[in-house]
């Protein structure tokens, strides 16, 4: 009566399967325009809709820069002086191109996603130990819900100002580029000036929140793969009668194999009702609890499984291929303009360091972390694969699964790097880089301005 109460335990193992892995993405690339509000559509309307919205953004966007390049050459003193306002310009830039870029190549992004929807499993193979995409599906929609959250958050803080200014009939902050004093004229420009603020944070965020949502969700399949290939003896004598209970009875080792291995899928020592994502029926099987690890019988299946493993990664090694394809011009405009960026910045807060100036430092870095530590968790857990196909129990196996595994272990010596540019690999070691380059160019700057 008063004995605490047994905390059910969840598992995942026998979840409906997602549907859509990234819906959370669309809305905020549809409002930033670099999503069709009706993709794929062949009515003639809907595609006048879509190409509306997208040069309204477009002329929202571009009309900032517009404005600033004519106060630049208004008011045109020096270049150190102007730096400030220079700088205030190259999120537009970015953004500008970014959804420009995703209105030309849509029908690319829409393959990108409907082959991780179609190609992608849900559920691992029928093994000892099993698990489910689903944490990695939460943990990437987790982080774009936060992720646009801090976005507009930091947007509000950069125009609630002159919000605040409008109504109590102050001049304007420094970044409203346009002689606007009086109304309806000064209410236009504010909400003008928002609205782009708007498009821009969201383009530049949505950017980095697709990047590592699918960095998530490739990182997820990964630890499926591992997973899977763990458990491919395992997984042969499962198909051939062999209970679970005993098996995991007899080799519950595999826990310790596991442990720290996977980042963000959980396996579980239940038994599971699919095999990848079909249905297992094995009630009509012959259950028996003796069993032979070493025996001939289940080399058979045991190659079946490898084979799974196999079309496994290479589902992976081309989602990544087409991945890198799509995104890899944007990352170099984002290392180019970040660097930039992280500079100019520098260089302002030596001369007038404020809260704006801080909190843009800050959002900068963090952003093109973004980028670098998820491209980092895609080597690192790509480099766990040779490890989870060693620890398969290797040594029970015949000649023909042995022949397919040291197979498997060449295939998998391929990196799984997305790079910027096809070239620049993104890791914690590109972050590091751009933060010395830009601190390079802050001292150079500063430098030639005591010069001059």
Known sequence: MF???LKKQVTSLNTEKVKNYTHFVETPLKIAGCWDWFPNSANDYCTIINNFYLCMVLFL?????ATLFVNLYTEWGDIMLSLHKVSDCFPFFVSIIIVSYFGVYKSELYELVNYMNGHFEYYSAYGLTNMTMLKSYETAKHFAYIYTACTMFSVIIYVIPDVINLFKGEPLEH??????SGPPFSEIVVLRQCFAQ???GLAIGQLGVFFASNAILLCGQLDLLCCCLRNVRYTAMLR???????????????RTDELYNYIYNRPEMKPSLYNFDQKVNT????KTTRFDIYSSEYDTATSAALSECARVYQIVYTFKEKFEVFISPLLVLRVVQVTLYLCTLLYEATSKFDMVTAEYLSAAALDIFVYCYYGNQIITQAERVPTAAYQCAWHTMGVQPRRMLVNMLLATQRA???RAGRFLRMDLHTYVNIIKTSFSYYTLLVNVNEKN
């Open 416 to 418: 799984v790097v997305v």
């Open 240 to 254: 051939n009668g062999v209970q679970h209970s005993a098996l995991a009875a007899a080799h519950s080792d595999i």
């Open 198 to 200: 708007v498009l821009m």
């Open 283 to 286: 009630s009509f099987m012959d």
């Open 61 to 65: 966007l571009t009309n900032v820069p």
């Open 175 to 180: 970044w409203i580029y346009l002689d606007a």
């Open 3 to 5: 004995g605490r109460k």
